[in-house]
Structures are given as C-alpha cells and as structure tokens.
C-alpha cells in the first residue's frame, strides 16, 4: 500500500514545516513505543515500533498530501536514564524502518 504514495512534493511539503499545520502522518517517539497522531481528533494511537509499517500503510491516501514522509517528534517529557534509553532506541528503530519504506522523516522540535 505505501508504495502507491508518491514521493515527496517538495512544492507542498516546504511550506509545512511546523507541526500546527502538518497534513501527513505525525509519529511521536516516546519511551513506550511510537505514538500515532491523529490531529484532527487530537488522539494518539500508541504503538510498538514494529507496528508502524502496518499502521501507516492502513492510513488513506489522502492522508499523504505531501507524499511519502512523515512529521517525528520525540516526547520530552521524560527525566530518567532508563527512559532516554528507550526514547534512543524507539528512535533508531523508527528511523531504519522508515529509510526501509522509502518514507522521508521531517524532525519536529518538541
């Protein structure tokens, strides 16, 4: 399913770059896995990294007015050790997944 999404518009997705007005998927990494955000409904769908290609291809095109990338934010609301620990590793793991589907990753400050 994602690989019908086309490639980034960089006419559309230059103009977006804080999260207010972000139109595509919005990720955030949190300690307990990687938050789905659904802005509309101001919801998030909290799920295991491994679950985001699943998650992300079941969304309508039409929720990839950009074409193929996402916002990712990261929750900086966590002071302990064993948190950031898991908050690098949610990280990481998101990263190479997205860089395996080919969907460009837009870095949002939190």
Do not use: C, F
Request: proline share 7%; charged share 20%.
């Amino acid at each position: 399913m994602l690989e019908a999404i086309p490639a980034v518009d960089p006419s559309h997705y230059q103009l977006n770059r804080d999260a207010k007005n972000w139109q595509n998927p919005y990720l955030v990494v949190r300690p307990d896995g990687i938050g789905l955000v659904d802005l509309k409904n101001s919801e998030i769908l909290i799920l295991k990294p491994e679950q985001v290609p699943d998650a992300l291809a079941k969304l309508p095109r039409s929720a990839w007015p950009y074409g193929r990338v996402v916002a990712v934010a990261e929750n900086s609301k966590n002071d302990s050790e064993q948190d950031h620990a898991l908050m690098r590793k949610n990280r990481a793991i998101l990263a190479g997944t997205l860089q395996s589907l080919q969907i460009l990753i837009h870095w949002i400050q939190s």
